[in-house]
């Protein structure tokens, strides 16, 4: 099956330095690639995703990059803010009916004021 | 849009005792859902899947059983408990071919 490493696992920056987190895959059917934010006590929430059509996304502050040929992904968040102070983790799904996503084992970026 | 409810948000059991968390969703039908488990610290562990009521899709032996009465309910249960059980219990939901993973708020659980 699908195998998602993901690091760092602890990642320290100075707010309004930049943050990347990095993750590889193992199957090269996998299609779609989600990163989700998991802040204390709370289920995680899908902050951007792309899909294996695309090589790189950008939603504000944050952006993914995907190179399918060494099968990883990345995620950057820019000017860093301590509310991005959290858990963030990649997934993968091979699953054309998107029925089991993988998960990496999470970062933990300390956003320091 | 979709939500998800989960319940209780926080439970304290003693071992051996039995457990029942419940997921429900609103604002969509037939989705696929699943239930994960996270660790303190730790990634998220796939338990069981959904794609309809009545199909249970297992992905790791354990103490633990899902069932799905209703399209739109989906509950984790054991027998007896044990303290490898504790950790926080998320319910998510997908719409299908090309959908998003969505997650609940989570139950944590303490086996004590």
């Known amino acids: 099956g699908e195998n998602v490493e993901q690091h760092p696992s602890t990642l320290s920056v100075q707010e309004g330095d930049s943050a990347v987190i990095k993750c590889t895959y193992s199957d090269s059917a996998s299609n779609y690639f989600p990163w989700y934010k998991q802040e204390l006590g709370k289920g995680p929430q899908l902050i951007i995703d792309i899909r294996s059509n695309v090589g790189e996304k950008k939603d504000q502050r944050i952006a993914v990059t995907l190179n399918k040929t060494a099968k990883h992904f990345s995620l950057h968040i820019t000017e860093t803010q301590p509310e991005d102070s959290a858990v963030y983790f990649c997934?993968?799904?091979?699953?054309?009916?998107?029925?089991?996503?993988?998960f990496g084992s999470g970062t933990k970026l300390n956003v320091k004021p | 849009s979709q939500t998800i409810h989960q319940w209780p948000a926080t439970l304290v059991q003693p071992v051996g005792s039995p457990l029942s968390l419940e997921c429900t969703v609103e604002?969509?039908?037939?989705?696929?859902l699943y239930w994960y488990r996270q660790a303190a610290g730790r990634g998220l562990q796939l338990l069981f899947y959904?794609?309809?009521?009545?199909?249970i899709s297992s992905e790791v032996p354990q103490n633990l059983s899902a069932s799905r009465p209703q399209d739109r309910q989906f509950i984790l249960s054991s027998k007896k408990l044990l303290l490898s059980d504790s950790g926080f219990y998320l319910c998510?939901?997908?719409?299908?071919?090309?959908?998003?993973?969505?997650f609940g708020p989570g139950t944590r659980l303490l086996v004590l």
């Open positions: 604002g969509t039908s037939n989705p696929n």
């Open positions: 998510a939901l997908n719409l299908g071919s090309g959908g998003t993973q969505y």
């Open positions: 959904s794609v309809g009521i009545g199909q």
């Open positions: 997934a993968a799904t091979p699953d054309y009916n998107f029925n089991k996503f993988y």
